[in-house]
C-alpha cells in the first residue's frame, strides 16, 4: 500500500521505511498517538522525552553524555543486581580511572569510597565509623568540633556508652589544653621541662600493691641524687607558714570507716625576713582521737619533745618505786638494758640494737638519780656531824671525872 503514495509522502526503498524529508514529519502527533511500538533491533533516537519503563533496559559499556541532573523519585533504588552482594561501580576518570565510590543494594551494606577530594562539609547526626583502619592526616591539619575558640572535639573509647575520653581543643597548642579520661600508659611520658596541673586538688596516684607507691629514679652520677621537692610559691608569706610536709592518711573501724591523718611533718616558716631567714621541722601524730605536736627540731637544732611521754608531771617522784641512784649504777654503768626496759626508760624493738631509749622518762632517770645522790651527800653529812658532836659530848664527860 505504501508504494502506491505520491511524492511527498512516507515511501519504502529497499526495504526501509523512510520520510520524504530529513528530521521534518512526526509518527503520530499529540492528539493522535500510537499505542505501541514493537522494535526488535536498535533504536536511534536523538531525545527521548519523559516516559516510564515499563522493563529493564540493557546494554554493554556505553556512555550517557551531557545528561544534565538526573532525579531520582524518593525510595528509588539504583543498584547492579537483586542482591546484597551485587554492586554499582560509580568511577572517577572513566574507564581507565582508578577512583570507586561503592554502592550497594540494601541499607544494612556499607558504601565504599577510594581516594577523594571533599570540596565541603559532610553532615551527620551520631553515626559510627566501622572497621576503618588507619587514618593520616597530613602535617599541619585540623581537626576541629567547630571553627573558633573555646569548642572543642571528643574522641571517645568504647562506642557512644564509652567512658573513656580524649578531649581536644579547636585551637593551637600554648592556649587549650588537652582533657584525658581514663587511660592506660604503654610506654615512658617525657615531660620536657612542662608542668603537671592538677588545679585546686589533690593529684592522685592509685596502687594496689603492698609497700608501693611513688618511686623517683634518678640516674644522676654527682654526690646529689633524686629530690622531692616542694615549693610554696604564696604571694604572702607569713611566719609560722607550713610550707611543705608528708602525711599519713588511713581508716578507723567506724561502721562507715572515715579517714583519719595519723601522722604527718611539715617544714614551717620561723622568721621570712630576708637574709635571717629560719625554718623548723614538725612532728604530728593522733594520740587518742587528737592530733598532738610530738616534736620539734630548731634551725639552731634544739630538739624538744613533748612532755606528756614523761609521765607523772612530778620529775623526780617518777622513779620513787626504785633506788634511782642504783638504777643509774646498774642500768646505765653496767648497761643493764633489760633493766631500764622493764622500769620504761628503753623500749624493745625488733631490729638494730633490740633497744630505744625514751628521752623524757632517761631525763627523768637521770634527774632523780642526781637528786637521790645530793640527798644522800646530805645525809651522810649531817649524819658524820651528828657522830662528831656526840663523841664531843662523851670526851667533855670523860674529862668532868
Known sequence: MLKNWKKGNPFISGGTFLPPADDTYDLGSSALEWKDIYIDGTANIDTLSATTLGGAIAGGNQSFTNVGDMTFAAGSILAAGTTNADTLLIKAGGIAGTTFITLTSNATDTMSFGAFTLAGAVAGGDQAFTGVGDMTFTDGSILAAVDGAGTTLLVKAGGLSGTTFITLTSQSAGTDTMGLGAFTLGGTVTLNGQVLDAGNVSAVFNCSGAAQGLEVDSTTAGVAGGV?????KSGTPANNDLVAGFVGYGYNNAGTPEKIQYSSYWSKIISLTDGAETGSL??????????????????????????????????VDLFDDYDDALVL????????RELLADIGVLDRKETGSGYMVKIQPMF???GGGIYQTRQLIENTKEELVNRIEGLERKIMLLEAR
Open 329 to 336: 649504777r646498774q642500768g646505765i654503768q653496767q648497761n643493764n
Open 282 to 315: 614538725e612532728w604530728n601524730i593522733i594520740n587518742s582521737g587528737t592530733d598532738n605536736q610530738v616534736m620539734t627540731l630548731s634551725g639552731a637544732g634544739v630538739l624538744a619533745v613533748d612532755l606528756a611521754g614523761s609521765g607523772t608531771p612530778a620529775q
Open 228 to 232: 622531692i621537692a616542694i615549693f610554696t
Open 364 to 366: 627523768n632517770l637521770l
